[in-house]
C-alpha cells in the first residue's frame, strides 16, 4: 500500500475504534451496536479494491482485538473484516465513480449480515455462544438496520477523503512536468528542428547566392579593366 493509503488509513480507524467504544457501545440500543469500524472499512475497501480492503480490514479487526473494551479473542474480528474488506473491495467500480447509492447500501447491508455471521460463526469454533442466548435473528436485523441508517453519514465521506488521498498533488505536478518535457521535446525533434533546419538552409542559400554575385561581380570588373 502507498504511504498517503496507509496514514489516512490509520487515522480514520482509530477515530473509528475511539468513537465505536466511547460513544457507540454505550448509547444500549436494543440487539447489536452500530458498528463505525466496520462502515470504515466499507469505504475504504471500496476505493481501494480487495487487496486494499483485506489489508485495512485486518488492521481494523486486529485494532479492535487488542483494545481494553473487547470481550473475545485476539484475532476473531480481524479474521472477519479481513473477509469482509476483500468481498467489499470487489464491488470496487471499474471508473472508481459510483453512478447511485443503490450499490454501496446493498453492500453495507451484505456486510453487515455478514460480519454478524462470520463472528458468530468464529466464536461457535472457539466455544462462544453468546449469539445463541442473544438471538441470531434478532442481531442480523438490528446490524444490518443500524449500519444502514449510519452509513450515508459515514461511507460517502470515507470514501471522498480516499480519493483525495489517491490525487497526490506531487505525482500530478511531476507527470505534468514529464508531460511538458516530452512534448517540448515532441515538438523540438519533430518540428523545430526540422523548421530550424529549414531556416538554415534558406539562410544558407542566400549567403551562397550572394557569395556568387560577388564574385561575379568581381570577375566582371577584371574583365572590364
Not at 489516512?8 to 467504544?21: G, P
Not at 483485506?54 to 470481550?71: K, N, P, S, T, Y
Not at 480481524?78 to 453492500?107: F, H, W
Not at 489517491?166 to 517540448?184: F, G, M, V
Request: aromatic share 4%.
Amino acid at each position: 500500500m502507498r504511504v498517503n493509503r496507509i496514514l489516512l488509513s490509520s487515522a480514520l480507524i482509530v477515530v473509528a475504534l475511539v468513537l465505536q467504544v466511547s460513544v457507540l457501545a454505550r448509547l444500549h440500543l436494543p440487539g447489536a451496536v452500530p458498528d463505525l469500524l466496520l462502515l470504515t472499512v466499507l469505504g475504504l475497501a471500496l476505493v481501494y479494491g480487495h487487496v486494499g480492503g483485506a489489508l485495512v480490514g485486518f488492521g481494523a479487526g486486529l485494532l479492535a482485538d487488542l483494545a481494553a473494551a473487547a470481550d473475545h479473542a485476539a484475532g476473531r474480528y480481524a479474521l472477519v473484516l479481513c473477509v469482509i474488506g476483500y468481498l467489499a473491495g470487489l464491488a470496487k467500480p471499474e471508473n472508481g465513480r459510483l453512478k447511485s447509492a443503490t450499490g454501496p447500501m446493498v453492500v453495507v447491508v451484505a456486510a453487515a449480515v455478514g460480519t454478524t455471521l462470520l463472528y458468530a460463526g468464529v466464536g461457535a469454533l472457539v466455544g462462544d455462544t453468546a449469539a445463541r442466548h442473544v438471538g441470531l435473528g434478532s442481531l442480523l436485523f438490528t446490524a444490518a438496520l443500524y449500519d444502514l441508517l449510519l452509513a450515508p453519514f459515514v461511507v460517502p465521506g470515507i470514501m471522498a477523503l480516499a480519493r483525495r488521498a489517491e490525487n497526490d498533488p506531487l505525482a500530478e505536478t511531476s507527470s505534468a512536468a514529464k508531460s511538458a518535457d516530452i512534448s517540448s521535446g515532441w515538438l523540438s525533434s519533430g518540428t523545430g528542428l526540422k523548421i530550424g533546419g529549414q531556416r538554415g538552409g534558406l539562410g544558407s542559400l542566400k549567403t551562397k547566392a550572394r557569395t556568387r554575385t560577388a564574385r561575379v561581380g568581381r570577375v566582371k570588373g577584371v574583365k572590364r579593366l
